[in-house]
């Protein structure tokens, strides 16, 4: 098929790049001319794993092309996908200001019939105004589906080409429509994973609601883990009774630093300020990102408590700062909010993360020092924090990381070491609820 995808973010790039793996002519398209001119040459603009491969092998076999001039990248193609951003606006709402753009840019240069596809997380009602208005501006046809994305950043290949499931949100009569979304994803569903049709309000519902849920699973355990550290309880114990239990399950059952990234934060205050607007209570919701501010702040805390309110004259390390590993990702990442509050009270910084630094540079400027590697970050500091679980911070070498550092104490946002372990080789240490 022949396909165009506007907006070549984080989403856009990992759905042009496995759409033209399955064998589609994609064409991306973004308005950042630096962004497209790194993707032709083919350049990752971001950290994702296995993207590079794809990128390359479709971009030599001619299937995948980059292009900042929208409207000639949209005509003549079958579908096109809006992946443009929607970042939070004001007072909780959503900035639909691109996908307005792209929508409007559509309507103007379409000359067939087109299937519009919604990637882009939209409030309810989106779909419904894009038909409005890429009917003001021709007389083609053109269907509109709603289609959201549930691909994770660190796992976004993978989670493309095999995912849990697909939902269209369609109108019931648009079976032109259904039969392209049905032939555009079956490469991608042949282990039988669900392709789920529903009316487009519901599709649009069904993305808030999922980073919604696992938003609340997430404050739900921070809260407990705050509840064990009081009662004398280990949360990695109970999480782990808990996730036994086939009605929970295991996942998202891992208290931390707060949840941050892109998604969760704006997705449940885009729910939250669409509830207001309908009239309906949302304070379930309202609890949950009040918890997760708060989390976000705990681990400051408990630095000052340790040490005193002015940490002046004290020299922290900060390990992992993308809001979560395997990404360079720093939207909303906790790690901003933890290294400003030991900033605001003197500490003084060396930071290290394995993808994230030069994202990171663009937030925190000169205020902190970025080491070349761990190790290096820990060289005569009196605590390490550590924000993001990437891998290699697992198992590294305790005896070397306590030479290096001047206190061996560790705040441990994500409960990655044991407390007895860490503690018999005379760490001082602090977990999230154990
Ligand atoms: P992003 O900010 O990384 O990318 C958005 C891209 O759109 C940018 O490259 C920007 O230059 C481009 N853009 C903006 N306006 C444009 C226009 N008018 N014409 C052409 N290009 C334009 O955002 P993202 O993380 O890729 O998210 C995109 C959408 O997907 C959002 O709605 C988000 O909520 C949703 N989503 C994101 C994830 C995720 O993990 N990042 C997962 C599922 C859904």
């Known amino acids: 098929m022949r396909i165009c995808v506007i907006g070549t973010g984080y989403v856009g790039l990992v759905v042009g790049v496995c759409l033209s793996e399955s064998g589609n ?57 809006v992946a443009v951003g929607t970042p939070p606006g004001p007072g ?87 039969e392209i979304m049905r032939e555009l994803y079956e490469p991608f569903l042949r282990t039988g994973k669900p392709f789920l049709e529903m009316s487009q309000t519901s599709a649009e519902v069904c993305k808030y609601a999922c980073n919604s849920m696992l938003a609340t ?24 009774g808990m996730g036994v239990d086939p009605r929970i399950g295991p996942q998202f059952l891992f208290p931390g630093v707060g949840f941050g990234g892109s998604c969760f934060p704006k997705d449940l205050s885009a729910l939250i300020a669409a509830g207001s607007e309908l009239g309906v209570e949302m304070d379930l919701l309202d609890a949950v990102r009040e918890v997760n501010n708060r989390q976000k702040r705990l681990i400051v805390g408990r630095v000052k408590k340790h040490f ?18 395997r990404t360079d990702d720093m939207r909303e990442a906790p790690s901003i ?32 020092g970025y080491a070349e590697r761990d190790y290096e970050a820990l060289r005569g500091a009196n605590f390490l924090v550590v924000v993001t679980e990437w891998n290699e911070f697992r198992r590294p070498d305790f005896r070397r990381m306590k030479e290096s550092m001047q206190e061996p104490v560790i705040f441990d946002g994500r409960n990655i070491y044991s407390r007895a372990y860490m503690e018999r080789l005379g760490f001082v240490y602090y977990g999230i609820g154990c």
């Open 308 to 325: 005193g309110e002015n940490l002046s004259g004290k020299k922290g390390a900060v390990w992992g700062l993308s809001f979560k590993p």
């Open 217 to 240: 699973r997430i404050s739900f355990m921070n809260q407990l883990a705050n509840f064990c550290n009081a009662a004398g309880a280990d949360v990695n114990e109970v999480r782990k």
């Open 25 to 81: 002519d994609v064409i991306c398209a973004d308005k950042d001319e630096e962004k497209i001119s790194r993707l032709s040459s083919c350049k990752p603009t971001t950290y994702e794993p296995g993207l590079t491969h794809y990128l390359e092998r479709n971009l030599r076999e001619r299937r995948l092309c980059f292009s900042t001039d929208i409207r000639s990248a949209v005509k003549g193609r079958e579908l096109v996908f």
């Open 337 to 368: 909010l933890i290294i400003e509050g030991l900033l605001a009270a003197g500490a003084e910084l060396a930071v290290f993360d394995p993808v994230a630094m030069e994202a990171a540079r663009g937030i925190l400027g000169d205020r902190v």
């Open 92 to 178: 909780g709402q959503v900035d639909m200001s691109s996908v307005w753009d792209a929508t409007k840019t559509i309507g103007e240069t379409i000359g067939q019939y087109t299937v519009v596809v919604l990637k882009s997380t939209v409030p309810v009602g989106t779909a419904k105004r894009v038909r409005e208005i890429i009917s003001s501006l021709t007389d083609k046809e053109f269907s509109v589906v709603s289609n959201p994305e549930f691909l994770k950043e660190g796992a976004a290949i993978a989670d493309f080409m095999k995912p849990d499931r697909v939902i269209v949100g369609l109108e019931p009569e648009d079976t032109r429509a259904r």
